[in-house]
C-alpha cells in the first residue's frame, strides 16, 4: 500500500484515523501497531514475518544490552545485533548482485555459472534495519533509555508513515512522544496541509514528467537534447517524488501527535556538494554521519584518515541506495567531490567565486550524479554521458519527441518554478499560497484515479 492509492486515501487512513481518536490514550500504540502491520503486509505478507523476526530480535538484544554492566558483554550484544540485522539486509538485498558478480567473474574465466533463484527484496527493509541498529547503538552508547515495552517498540520501528521510505529515525527522538505527544486540531490542520502539498508534488509534478526521463534513459544514442532533457527531468521527478514522499510522512505522524524530522531543506539551492548533503534526505546523511563516519574516527585522527572515512562513509551511503554498480560509483562520485571540496577549504579558504557559478556548478555536479543513479547500469549511463556532451548529434530526436509533450514540458517549467521559488513559499509572505492546497488537492485525487498507479521512487531502496 502506498500514500498515493485510492485504498490508502479513502480506505486505509479514514478509518485509522477513525479508530486510532476512538481509542484511550493507553491503547494508541497497538493501534498504530496492527494498523501499520495491515499497511505493510497489503504489498506481500509473509515479509511481514521479516519485519516482526527483525524488531523481536532487535528489542530482545536491546533488552539485555541496557540491563548488563559488563562492556564486554555490552559490546558482544551489540555485535551480534549488528551482525543480525545486517546479514538480513545483505542477503535479501546484496545476494543477487554478488551471485551476478560471481558469475560475471566466472564467465570471464570461462566456468560454468551457478544457477541461483532471485530473491524478491523486502519494501522498506533497508530504513527499518537502519532504525534497528541505530537503537541497539543508541542503548550501547547510553544516548537513550530501553523501550519501556515490546509494543512501543514495533511500534516505532512499523510505524507505516516511515516505514517504506523514511525519513531515517532514531528511537530516542520518539521515545518520549511514545509516552505521551499533545493532539489539537491545529496540529492535526497543519499535518493535513503538509500531506496534500506533499501529495499534490507527487502527483501533479513527480508523474507526468517521469515519461520524459523514462524515454532519454531507455534510448541507445541519445543526442544532447535528448539527453539532457532527460537528465533535467529526472533531477525534478526525483525531488518532487521523495521530498513529497517525506513532506506526506511528516503531515501523517503529525495528525497522531508525532513530530517527524525535516528531512529537504531546499537542497536544489546548495552551493556546495557538502550544503546538498546538509540539506538531501537529511535523515540518511545523519543517519551516516552518527553510525558510520564518526565511529570510523570522523575528523579526529587526521586529514588523511579523515578523507578515507568520509570516502568510505559515502561508499557506504551509495550501497545502502541498492546492489547496482551504479549506486557504488554514485556514492563514489558524491566521495570524490566532498574530498576535494574538504582539501580545497583547508588549502585555500572559502571559495571566493560567485554565489550564482557556485550554485550552478553545484547543480551540474549533483545532476551528472543523478545521471548514474537513474541508469540501470554503467553502460546505460555512459551512454547518457555521451549523448548529453555531444555525441549523438544536437538535435531532438524521434523516439524522443514523441515522449516530450506541451503539458509534460509545461510541467517541467512548473516544477522549476517551484524549485526556484520553494524557500519564498515557506515564509509568512507566501501563507495566503495555503488556501490553493485543497483545490490543488482535489485536483490531485482526480488525477490519480484517471492514471496507472506509479510507485514512490524510494520504495526499491
Known amino acids: 500500500m502506498v500514500f498515493s492509492s485510492t485504498i490508502f486515501l479513502f480506505c486505509f487512513l479514514p478509518l485509522f484515523l477513525a479508530v486510532y481518536y476512538l481509542t484511550p490514550l493507553r491503547w494508541r500504540s497497538p493501534v498504530i501497531l496492527v494498523f501499520s502491520y495491515l499497511f505493510y503486509g497489503w504489498w506481500k505478507l509473509e515479509f511481514l514475518g521479516l519485519l516482526v523476526g527483525v524488531t523481536a530480535v532487535s528489542y530482545v538484544i536491546g533488552k539485555y544490552l541496557s540491563a548488563s554492566a559488563d562492556p564486554a558483554r555490552r559490546r558482544l550484544l551489540l555485535s551480534v545485533g549488528i551482525v543480525l540485522n ?44 537502519f532504525h534497528a541498529i541505530s537503537y541497539l547503538v543508541d542503548l550501547y552508547r547510553k544516548d537513550a533509555e530501553p523501550s519501556r515495552n515490546f509494543v512501543d517498540f514495533a511500534s516505532f520501528i512499523a510505524l507505516f508513515p516511515h516505514l517504506v521510505a523514511g525519513p531515517v529515525l532514531r528511537f530516542r527522538l520518539l521515545a518520549d512522544q511514545f509516552r505521551s505527544r499533545t493532539h489539537s486540531l491545529q496540529l492535526f490542520g497543519q499535518g493535513c496541509l503538509l500531506f496534500m502539498g506533499g501529495f499534490c508534488a507527487k502527483v501533479l509534478v513527480a508523474d507526468p514528467i517521469a515519461p520524459v526521463a523514462d524515454a532519454a534513459f531507455a534510448l541507445n544514442a541519445p ?7 532527460g537528465t533535467v527531468a529526472y533531477t525534478l521527478q526525483l525531488f518532487f517524488d521523495f521530498s513529497g514522499y517525506s513532506t506526506m510522512a511528516i503531515g501523517l505522524a503529525l495528525m497522531i501527535g508525532f513530530r517527524f524530522p525535516q528531512n529537504f531543506n531546499d537542497p536544489y539551492w546548495s552551493r556546495s556538494i557538502t550544503e546538498f548533503w546538509q540539506r538531501w534526505h537529511m535523515s540518511l546523511s545523519g543517519w551516516i554521519r552518527d553510525y558510520v563516519y564518526i565511529p ?33 560509483v554514485w556514492g563514489a562520485w558524491h566521495g570524490g567531490v566532498l574530498l576535494i571540496e574538504r582539501f580545497l577549504s583547508h588549502r585555500f579558504g572559502p571559495s571566493r567565486f560567485p554565489v550564482a557559478i557556485k550554485w550552478a556548478w553545484t547543480l551540474f555536479l549533483v545532476m551528472l550524479g543523478w545521471v548514474v543513479f537513474r541508469a540501470e547500469s554503467m553502460h546505460a549511463a555512459v551512454r547518457m554521458f555521451r549523448g548529453m556532451f555531444g555525441g549523438n548529434g544536437f538535435g531532438l530526436t524521434a523516439p524522443m519527441a514523441w515522449h516530450v509533450s506541451t503539458d509534460r514540458l509545461l510541467m517541467m517549467g512548473v516544477g522549476v518554478v517551484l524549485v526556484l521559488v520553494l524557500p519564498w513559499l ?11 492546497l485543497i483545490p490543488l488537492f482535489v485536483v490531485a485525487v482526480a488525477t490519480l484515479a484517471s492514471q496507472k498507479f506509479t510507485p514512490f521512487l524510494y520504495f526499491q531502496f
Not at 574516527?297 to 551504479?326: E, Q, S
Not at 515557506?426 to 490553493?436: C, F, G, H, I, Q
Open 86 to 129: 545486517l546479514a538480513a539486509l545483505v542477503y535479501f538485498k546484496y545476494a543477487n548482485f554478488g551471485m551476478q558478480a560471481l558469475n560475471d567473474l566466472l564467465g570471464m574465466l570461462h566456468l560454468s555459472a551457478i544457477p541461483f533463484a532471485k530473491i524478491i527484496l523486502p519494501i522498506g527493509l533497508s530504513f527499518y534495519i
Open 426 to 436: 515557506k515564509t509568512d509572505k507566501a501563507r495566503w499560497t495555503k488556501a490553493l
Open 223 to 229: 543526442s544532447v537534447a535528448d539527453a539532457w532533457l
Open 296 to 328: 570510523l574516527g570522523g575528523n579526529r585522527k587526521g586529514p588523511i584518515r579523515t578523507y578515507i572515512n568520509l570516502g568510505l562513509a559515502m561508499l557506504i551511503c551509495g550501497l545502502w541506495h541498492g546492489a547496482n554498480w551504479t549506486f557504488i
